[in-house]
C-alpha cells in the first residue's frame, strides 16, 4: 500500500506563485510515472502535468509556460511550481502515482484559490 501526503495549497493573488508537493510512502514500492490533476467545482478532473520516471514531462495546453513539474527519486516526491497563477486555475489539485507494476493511487487534492 502506498500513502500520499500533499501539501502547498492556500490562497493566493492573480499573479502570484505556489508550490505544490506529493509525497508517496509505504514499504515495497517503485514509484513510475507521476503526476498532477485537477478539479473544479462541477467539472470533471484533468491533467494538468506528468512527470516520467526517466524524466520525461508533459503538460496541458492551459499551463505551459507557467507551470513546471519535477521531482526527487530519493524522496519518492513530485512538485509542481506554479507560476503566474490565474483564477481559472483555481481547483482542488491531486497528485497520481503510478507504481512500477501499474498501480495508481491519489492524493487527497489540496485547495488552490487565485483571486482577482
Known amino acids: 500500500q502506498v500513502q500520499l501526503v500533499e501539501s502547498g495549497g492556500g490562497l493566493v493573488q492573480a499573479g502570484g506563485s505556489l508550490r505544490l508537493s506529493c509525497a508517496a510512502s509505504?514499504?515495497?514500492?517503485?514509484?513510475?510515472?507521476m503526476g498532477w490533476y485537477r478539479q473544479a467545482l462541477g467539472k470533471q478532473r484533468e491533467l494538468v502535468a506528468t512527470?516520467?520516471?526517466?524524466?520525461?514531462?508533459t503538460y496541458a495546453d492551459s499551463v505551459k509556460g507557467r507551470f513546471t513539474i519535477s521531482r526527487d527519486h530519493a524522496k519518492n516526491t513530485v512538485y509542481l511550481q506554479m507560476n503566474s497563477l490565474k483564477p481559472n486555475d483555481t481547483c482542488v489539485y491531486y497528485c497520481?502515482?503510478?507504481?512500477?507494476?501499474?498501480?495508481?493511487?491519489w492524493g487527497q487534492g489540496t485547495q488552490v484559490t487565485v483571486s482577482s
Open positions: 497520481r502515482v503510478q507504481t512500477a507494476w501499474g498501480t495508481v493511487y
Open positions: 509505504g514499504s515495497k514500492f517503485s514509484v513510475g510515472a
Open positions: 512527470i516520467s520516471s526517466a524524466g520525461s514531462t
